[in-house]
Every structure is written in C-alpha cells, then in structure tokens.
C-alpha cells in the first residue's frame, strides 16, 4: 500500500509546502552538494520541510523556504533592528524578535574604546548588524560594518517605530523599489530604517526653507507659526507608517493606488 | 448498512470544517478551526527566551493552557493540557531553538449544542469532542507562528453507535448515548496514536 513515489524537486518548486512534505530524495542524488537554507531539514536520506512557505531554488545548489512570520530567525549579516533592554558590564542586552536575546558588544562602535562607551538608556531603538548567530547561543550583534566604520549604525533619534511580518520587511527592502516607497517618495520626504527582524522606523525630515523657517520663529517667539510647522510632521510619519502597514497583501498597481488615495485625503 | 444520525450524515461523512489562520493581530501565530458548531481558537507565543524551572534547557518547552467557554479551570483543562503538550511534543522539533519557551493558549469558543449544569456535572466525558478540534486548531496556529516541526497533525473522533457501527465525528447528543468513543492522531503515514474513552 506504500509507495515512495520518485520525488523530484521540480514537482515542489515554487509552490507552498508545508511541513512534513518531503521534497527531496537524496538516495537518487550522487555526488552532489546541496546547499540548505531556512525551513528544510535532513532526515536520514531525504530532505524534508520544516516550515511552511515557498520552496524557493537559485542555481546552482541552493534550497529554501521562504516565509512570513512575526518572530525573527536570526542569521549572520543581517541588519536589523534592536531595542536595548539591559546593559551589563561588557554588553548590551539587546531584543531583536528572536528566540533568545542578542548581545552588543560594548566596544563595538566606531572608534570604540573603554573610555568612551555609549550610553543607551532601556527601550532606545539602534540599528545594529548581526556578527554571529550559532544555534543554542545569544546571538552577537555590532553598530559597525564588516570594515569596523560606523555607516548609519547606532542610536535612531525621534521618529515612530511599527512592527510588521519578516516577509513584509524582505519586500520593503527589495531592488527595484518597492510600489509603496517609491509611491510615497514621490510626494514625501521622510527617512526609513527596515530591520529584517519586522520593524520598521519612520521620521520625517524637514525640508531645509521649512527648517530655517522653524528657528526664525522659535527665536522670535511666534506661537502660531510655530504651531504650523510642528503639526506637518507626526500625521505625515502616521501617513507613511498606515500606508507601508496597509500595503502588505497588495500588488504593486494596488500600492500604487492605496498611496495615491490616501495623500489625496491629506491635501 | 444505513445509520440513522441525526443529522442526516452517514457513517464515515464529517461535519462541515473550516479553518482561518492570522486572525489575532498580537499572537505570534493563530489560527481558528471549527467542525460543525464546535469552534477552538488557538494562539501561538514565542519561542521565547527562558523556560520554566522543572523543564530540560536543552530541549524547548511548549506550555499549554486551555481556557474553558465558561466555568472554573479544573481537573478536566488540566488533562486537556496534558494530553496536547505530549502531542505538540511529538510533532514539533525538539533540537532547535534549546532554552526556549512556547505558550499555545487555546480558547473554547463555541461547544457543540447547550450544555445545562446537570450534564456537566454527570457526564464527565461530555467535551470530548474538543479536544480533535484542539488538536487541529493548536497544529495550525503553530505552522502560523513557523515553529520548526516534523509533520503535522491531524485528530479526529469516532464512537459506537447504538446499532453497532462506527461512526465519525460525533455530535454532542451522539456522543452521550454511545458506550465508546476514541480519538485518533494522524502524524505521519506510520503512525497512529488514539485515546480511548469508556463510560
């Protein structure tokens, strides 16, 4: 009554599995290397899946699968972001949605020495990069690039930070621009940091006129031109934060559309 | 060969199922099942770092917590648990994520037909026929969630009706004049795992 059927991986490409299925067999394999990624696993002579997703394949050697999750599985240069949660002797104690807490080196800032340790207070928001990430171990992260130079690393001021699925973050960060960034550019100007962990930081510049227009009047004491300028930035970071949130299940025409209507309603 | 149930189903035919997966924003993973009028919202949390103090920190540990439609939490919730986290276990990956604690909360929305107090204080069996559904439910919201697991898992109930034959999933009122019923987990192709209820 049980009949292994040849499995072979064309038959499972590209389509949704769930775990348990088996999409490959490796007795009919001989003298390959096959490259495993995210969701699959090794059972005895056959590779099975682990997670449900997509099996996705890329020439030549490499299978995984691609899915969309509110928890982060950390993995080596990724950057994401954290939100410091303790900070000990040697380390901070940074949480980046994943299964166990990572740790920031002290000293691993730019021109980082003992003698000038940043300070973070509980619950800042830094845009760090993942160093090591071994299973059964806190995951180590670094506010430097591969290179040791600080390169937007570090402390993100101000601004709004929302959480969104880990797929969500993959398309935000996709090449060419994603619909809804490119969308919003057009009309906005804002600064966006994505982590690959789900979340997702918004702040709004200032253009510079409206800028030396804000320190004119600050200094002049004018309450209600001050009050103008202030009111343009909070509901335009709700804009963009409402449209990215939104733009997660749609197509890229849909994106298009959704942000078009949506800066109507502003004006 | 024909049995008469009450609702007009034969022998081996299931009640209508349907199942939605995300419908809580804050859980991690969730997932709500239901088979006829019986309805198990399950929600999903973590992995999350820690676990409990009488628990391996090699291995991850999966509580379960079952919230009644309505009453006290008591012997009965207890077992329910107990029985879930023994199959969680056997279906999820216990070499991944070490030091880690999963919480699978499932909610009894709907229980099939009226349940007066005499009944439940008589008929100590008369939720059986949740827990296939909880089962199922508690499956789904973990492939929701992307816990690493090794299959699936699917439950289902059957009794002997008073004519003798076997029927499956099985209403409330059948479920109170039958002498056995069992429930069935279905993981892999090779194995069966079932629980068998006397009254």
């Given at each position: ?267 | ?30 997932a709500s099942w239901s088979q006829g009028d019986t309805k198990v919202l399950a929600a999903v949390y973590g992995p999350k770092a820690g676990t409990k103090k009488n628990e391996n ?143």
């Amino acid at each position: 009554m049980e009949t292994k059927a040849s499995v072979s991986p064309a038959t499972f490409l590209d389509k949704i599995v769930v775990p348990g299925d088996v999409v490959l067999d490796l007795s009919s394999l001989t003298n390959q290397t096959i490259k495993l990624g995210g969701g699959l696993r090794q059972d005895c002579d056959s590779i099975s899946v682990m997670k449900a997703g997509k099996l996705k394949f890329s020439k030549p050697n490499k299978y995984w699968v691609e899915s969309s999750h509110k928890r982060y599985v950390p993995s080596v240069e990724d950057t994401v972001l954290g939100i410091v949660v303790d900070s000990k002797a040697d380390n901070f104690l940074v949480d980046i949605k994943g299964p166990a807490i990572a740790f920031l080196p002290v000293l691993a800032f730019e021109g980082g020495t003992r003698r000038n340790i940043p300070k973070f207070e509980v619950g800042s928001l830094l845009y760090v990069r993942v160093v090591k990430a071994n299973p059964g171990m806190n995951p180590e992260l670094s506010c430097t690039d591969a290179s040791g130079k600080a390169a937007e690393f570090g402390l993100l001021k101000d601004g709004y930070m929302f959480e969104t699925s880990t797929g969500q973050s993959r398309m935000l960060l996709s090449s060419p621009t994603c619909p809804v960034l490119e969308a919003l550019g057009k009309q906005l100007s804002f600064e966006i940091a994505v982590g690959l962990n789900g979340r997702v930081w918004v702040c709004f510049l200032m253009p510079f006129l409206e800028l030396i227009a804000y320190w004119v009047v600050l200094f002049s004491s004018c309450s209600v031109t001050c009050s103008m300028v202030n009111a343009a930035s909070p509901s335009m970071v709700v804009v963009v934060s409402n449209a990215i949130m939104n733009s997660e299940y749609l197509s890229g025409v849909q994106q298009q559309i959704m942000v078009e209507k949506l800066l109507q309603r502003i004006k | 060969m024909e049995t008469d149930r009450a609702d007009g189903r034969t022998a081996n035919q299931l009640r209508p199922l349907s199942c939605s997966r995300n419908t809580l924003h804050r859980a991690h993973g969730s997932a709500s099942w239901s088979q006829g009028d019986t309805k198990v919202l399950a929600a999903v949390y973590g992995p999350k770092a820690g676990t409990k103090k009488n628990e391996n920190p090699e291995k991850p540990c999966f509580e379960v917590i079952w919230k009644p439609k309505s009453g006290q939490i008591g012997k009965l919730e207890k077992e329910y648990e107990m029985i879930l986290k023994r199959t969680v276990q056997s279906i999820c990956i216990l070499t991944v994520n070490q030091n880690t604690t999963t919480s699978i909360i499932i909610q009894v929305v709907h229980d099939d037909g009226a349940v007066s107090f005499d009944d439940y204080v008589f008929h100590y069996s008369v939720f059986i026929r949740l827990l296939p559904c909880a089962i199922n439910a508690a499956c789904a919201a973990l492939v929701d969630a992307g816990i690493p697991m090794k299959h699936l898992a699917v439950a289902i109930c059957c009794c002997l009706a008073e004519s003798g034959y076997v029927i499956l999933d099985p209403t409330k009122l059948e479920e109170q004049v039958t002498l056995i019923s069992s429930q069935y987990l279905f993981t892999d192709l090779s194995e069966v795992t079932g629980i068998i209820w006397l009254e």
